[in-house]
């Protein structure tokens, strides 16, 4: 077996119902989850459609690199979206599977296992960063976010030999869990890291969509653009943005997303992901071109998800420090004033209201002498708002009902 799968930790959701086995949730209450960060608005009917029309193509293997159509479709939207000069759709964009398994099949395309490499990640982070770098024979070094910058990691923390072991960074903006977006600023100064350290950047943006300003979150390549860093021989270099379909357009099912970038570091991508056999169904590509192509669809999601955000943060704000996101569909609450754990927050809300949250530990790692994740938790406002809305109301009762001598 391959040692390194016995550091992997088990995943926060195992570790969610092991927090809950032995007690029964108040059956006065319907079960609420607010735990898991899974879409729920329904899939747009011209998308399922796409998928049906396109069932012929299940006759053939379909190629890795994925059809013109698609790389054209995802060129084209991150043109649009970022302000970008043409791409090059042979050597620039690739279609995934899903973020998640590209982000853990990048990590072991660019790593030269066993050899002492450091990834690093933020904390509290999206768990495939650890397993990714786990399994590539790396180890994992944490950042902790600050919530004081707005969550931004504090790189300025690490030290210089840290730093000459670094291969691979990891970075999610719009983060999951915290729901906050980098600046230029913050891009200029990771940018210079890579440059003088030589490790790559992976820009998780899957959730770039779901914003809740009046602008679109910054994306890692259009900041390298306005930095000017696209103009020189070798346009992205040492960076990869990670995209996907399934928030911004409600298909957590269809698994598709798309990595796009350094065409240098793509292209050995790409070599490693055709023996690792990742080719998209050619229906599933149909139906993602239909969805890239179109934008009225995401701005009527992200119009429910801010009327939703609107109603619910103020009630969740009566009784917990909580502020709005930059973008995300996550609520990042500090329970600290409730003089609970996060842990103990949550067992007590699912077992007397029947209400799941995940605690923010679990996001999190022990790093530096804290675990910037404890005391906090997740909630995930992706049902209906009617059902988020009484979760909200519980939440609000629960807090007032333990201020009670
Ligand atoms: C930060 C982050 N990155 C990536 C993913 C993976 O999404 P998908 O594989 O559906 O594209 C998720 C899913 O929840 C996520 O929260």
């Known amino acids: ?32 989850s607010l735990g898991m960060g899974e879409p729920k608005h329904p899939t747009p009917a011209f998308i399922r459609q796409a998928l049906v029309d396109n069932l012929d193509g299940l006759a053939c293997y379909p190629v890795t690199a994925g059809s013109e159509a698609l790389r054209n479709a995802i060129a084209s939207w991150l043109e649009r979206r970022y302000g970008l000069p043409p791409l090059d759709r042979a050597t620039q964009v690739l279609p995934v599977n899903g973020s998640r398994e590209a982000l853990f099949s990048f ?31 790396a180890e994992p070094y944490f950042v902790n976010s600050d919530p004081a910058r707005n969550f931004a990691p504090d790189y300025d923390s690490v030290p210089e030999e840290v730093w ?38 992976a820009a998780d943006e899957c959730y770039s969509e779901i914003y809740h300003g009046a602008e679109p979150p910054l994306g890692a390549m259009q900041a390298a653009h306005i930095l000017g860093l696209t103009r020189a021989g070798e ?27 350094d065409a240098q570091v793509l292209k050995q991508y790409l070599l490693y992901r055709t023996y690792h056999g990742s080719a998209m169904g ?12 179109d934008e009225t669809h995401v701005e009527e999601n992200r119009a429910q998800y801010r009327a939703k955000f609107a109603a619910i ?50 996001l999190a790692r022990d790093a530096h002498g804290s ?6 938790i997740r909630m995930a406002l992706v049902a209906e708002t009617g059902e988020g809305l009484e979760a909200a109301r519980r939440i609000v009762q629960f807090c007032h009902q333990l201020n009670k001598p």
């Open 371 to 376: 675990n910037p994740g404890r005391n906090r």
């Open 282 to 293: 050619p229906h599933v590509q149909a139906a993602s071109v239909a969805a890239w192509d």
């Open 164 to 201: 000459q072991r670094v291969r691979l960074l990891f970075i999610c903006s719009p983060g999951n869990p915290t729901g906050a977006v980098l600046t230029l600023t913050d891009w200029e100064n990771l940018f210079a890291l890579s440059e003088r350290y030589n490790f790559i950047i």
């Open 235 to 261: 346009p992205y270099a040492r960076l990869v943005v990670f995209s996907s379909l399934s928030k911004r357009s409600n298909v957590p099912g269809m698994r598709s997303g798309f990595v796009a970038g």
């Open 313 to 362: 943060t103020p009630l969740i704000q009566e009784v917990l420090d909580v502020q709005m996101p930059d973008a995300s569909f996550y609520l990042w609450a500090d329970v600290s004033r409730t003089g609970l754990s996060d842990t103990e927050f949550a067992r007590r809300l699912h077992a007397e209201y029947n209400v799941t949250v995940l605690p923010g530990s679990y």
């Open 107 to 137: 990590a072991q395309t660019v790593i030269a296992p066993d050899t002492g490499a450091l990834v690093m990640c933020p904390n509290p982070f999206y768990q495939i960063y650890e397993g990714a770098a786990f399994l590539a024979g």
């Open 1 to 32: 077996m391959n040692p390194h799968l016995d550091k992997l930790q088990s995943y926060p959701f195992e570790k969610l119902r092991q927090l809950f086995a032995g007690s029964t949730p108040n059956p006065a209450f319907k079960p609420i």
